[in-house]
């Protein structure tokens, strides 16, 4: 894909960041700025039910705005290409940080913090370390992905697992190679 159209303007694609569950993600350009351009994409995916996943963002974005977690701001949204235009956050990702050893006990606080917000609204959000990244020292929860609170699914049952070099990291580390 060498441009992508989101309602009425067409970026050119810069490279892909990654591809989710529920989508994939570019560095787009409008020859100004650099945004994400997220493609919702259709393909089974057999540990998740999807509804409607672009009625869902719209929803999850919304959600989130009310935790007052940093989130990147949603600029555009097509509807009908099932396209989203987020505001870019640039720096590496919480993955990468664990990944190089440069893992920093103010970004498990960071988490914490955010997890009171998020658990405060009754909400767990996806704490897979690839939905984070730093700028400035901050983390942004990268991704608009947010569900009902479940105690299993929760920061400290299931994210913390993948925040440092766990087996259940290191695993994950070994196929994506």
């Known amino acids: 894909m ?4 989101i309602n009425d303007k067409e970026y050119h694609v810069v490279k892909l960041l990654g591809h989710g569950k529920g989508g994939y993600s570019y560095l787009v350009s409008d020859g100004k700025q650099q945004y994400v351009g997220k493609q919702i994409h259709h393909e ?11 009625e869902a963002e719209k929803n999850d974005y919304q959600r989130l705005l009310r935790t007052g977690i940093r989130i990147p ?6 509807e009908e290409r099932e396209r989203i235009l987020k505001e870019y956050i640039n720096g590496p ?9 440069q893992m920093k006990e103010e970004y498990l606080e960071q988490i914490k913090q955010m997890c009171r917000k998020v658990y405060s609204l009754h909400l767990n959000i996806d704490y897979f370390p690839t939905n984070f990244v730093i700028q400035d020292e901050m983390i942004y929860y990268i991704d608009y ?6 105690e ?3 920061f ?11 087996p259940e990291f290191l695993e994950y580390s070994l196929q994506v190679e």
């Open 93 to 101: 990702t919480i993955y990468d940080m664990v990944l190089h050893d």
């Open 2 to 5: 060498k441009t992508m159209r």
């Open 156 to 166: 400290e049952n299931w994210g913390i697992k993948y925040w440092s070099k766990t």
């Open 145 to 150: 992905e947010c569900n009902d609170y479940m």
């Open 73 to 78: 701001e949603m600029i555009d949204l097509d």
């Open 152 to 154: 299993e699914w929760n």
């Open 44 to 54: 089974p995916c057999d540990y998740y039910q999807f509804g409607n996943k672009i």
